[in-house]
């Protein structure tokens, strides 16, 4: 396959391949399944995930990815491989070139691990550039304007706040609260509430159902099933919307806590400009309900979800692939 470019947004919670051209191909969670008794990989993907919380003993399946890093780097390799097989084909001319995303936060130890992962899996070369401005592209964000532009991008593992102007980051900062994070507190008061034991699969579905990041006046409510901790027998029980609300209080607060800290770093013009335009969330956590009203309410300045902003940062890789001339200068950070 004549596949020479090749972006691939490396999420905690799910991995996403863009082709110039041909557009997402990819769009699968970030799970990999692993026999124990001969150490080979037998699921990627959807299939994996399906096996979450279901495996015998000789079958692990984990997420190699942690808090938007690779806290398992065979693993990784092995997901990546995989994913660029899946679109290249086995037999290929060219080994493709790859821009990948990560946290901006990260350290030049976990970016160099990022490079030498994709490179192992066969990548040609690989780029690196930072999560929140690969997400401003893809929301449409005008980056190399001199004005100030704030991005919220809040993922599976991480919340990366970052103030973009001239096409680069001016301020930055990622904090470990994400999708994932809200998916264990939801299960978490479930169990101090009710004595319940729910999968994070279970905390998930309640998330997208029925979860608000402000308390509802009109509730709902949903059904859930799991094992009663004191009995140990399977149990139904209901929970409403502003349950959920309340189990999520802490998690919110620390992603309003960055907004705030990336807002008392940022120089007063770039601030003006932010207050005028509004600040821009996107990733998956956007999708929870209320949550840029909770932001606008708490932090005073208005907010706004971009367009599909689960695709916000697989979007600019596209975009930086297809203009890699134009972004190459401003945006990489490493070969």
């Given at each position: 396959m004549f596949i020479r470019k090749m972006g691939i947004d490396l999420g905690t919670a799910n991995t996403l391949v863009f082709v110039p051209g041909r557009g997402i191909v990819?769009?699968?969670?970030?799970?990999?399944?692993?026999?124990?008794?001969?150490?080979?990989?037998?699921?990627?993907?959807?299939?994996?995930?399906?096996?979450?919380?279901?495996?015998?003993?000789?079958?692990?399946a984990s997420r190699p990815m942690k808090d938007g890093v690779i806290a398992d780097y065979r693993?990784?390799?092995?997901?990546?491989?995989?994913?660029?097989?899946?679109?290249?084909?086995?037999v290929?001319?060219?080994?493709?070139?790859?821009?990948?995303?990560?946290?901006?936060?990260?350290?030049?130890?976990?970016?160099?691990?990022?490079?030498?992962?994709?490179v192992k899996a066969g990548a040609k070369s690989a780029y690196v550039v930072k999560e929140p401005l690969l997400a401003a592209i893809g929301a449409g964000i005008p980056i190399h304007n001199a004005q100030g532009n704030m991005i919220v991008n809040i993922g599976g593992g991480t919340s990366e706040i970052a103030v973009i102007s001239l096409?680069?980051?001016?301020?930055?900062?990622?904090?470990?609260v994400g999708g994932n994070k809200f998916d264990q507190a939801i299960s978490d008061y479930i169990k101090r509430k009710y004595g319940l034991a729910v999968g994070d699969r279970t905390a998930e579905e309640i998330k997208i159902e029925i979860g608000s990041a402000i308390a509802?006046?009109?509730?709902?409510?949903?059904?859930?099933?799991g094992r009663d901790l004191m009995g140990g027998l399977p149990k139904t029980v209901k929970i409403s919307s502003n349950e959920v609300t309340e189990a999520l209080q802490d998690e919110l607060r620390e992603v309003i806590n960055a907004i705030k800290k990336v807002f008392q770093e940022t120089p007063p013009e770039l601030a003006a400009d932010i207050m005028d335009k509004g600040m821009v969330?996107?990733?998956?956590?956007?999708?929870?309900?209320?949550?840029?009203?909770?932001?606008?309410?708490?932090?005073?300045?208005?907010?706004?979800?971009?367009?599909?902003?689960?695709?916000?940062?697989?979007?600019?890789?596209g975009i930086s692939l297809e203009n890699l001339d134009l972004y190459k200068r401003t945006i990489m950070l490493s070969k």
């Open positions: 990819i769009n699968e969670p970030s799970v990999v399944a692993i026999s124990m008794i001969d150490n080979t990989v037998l699921a990627v993907g959807n299939e994996a995930k399906e096996m979450l919380g279901r495996t015998p003993d000789t079958i692990v693993v990784t390799e092995a997901m990546l491989r995989y994913f660029i097989n899946k679109v290249s084909g086995k290929r001319f060219f080994r493709p070139e790859i821009m990948l995303s990560i946290p901006a936060g990260v350290t030049s130890t976990e970016r160099r691990a990022v490079v030498d992962a994709a096409g680069g980051v001016v301020v930055a900062h990622s904090a470990r509802q006046v009109k509730e709902e409510h949903m059904d859930i099933r969330l996107s990733g998956g956590g956007a999708l929870l309900r209320n949550l840029d009203q909770l932001i606008t309410k708490t932090i005073g300045v208005p907010c706004y979800v971009a367009d599909d902003p689960l695709f916000c940062v697989i979007k600019g890789t």
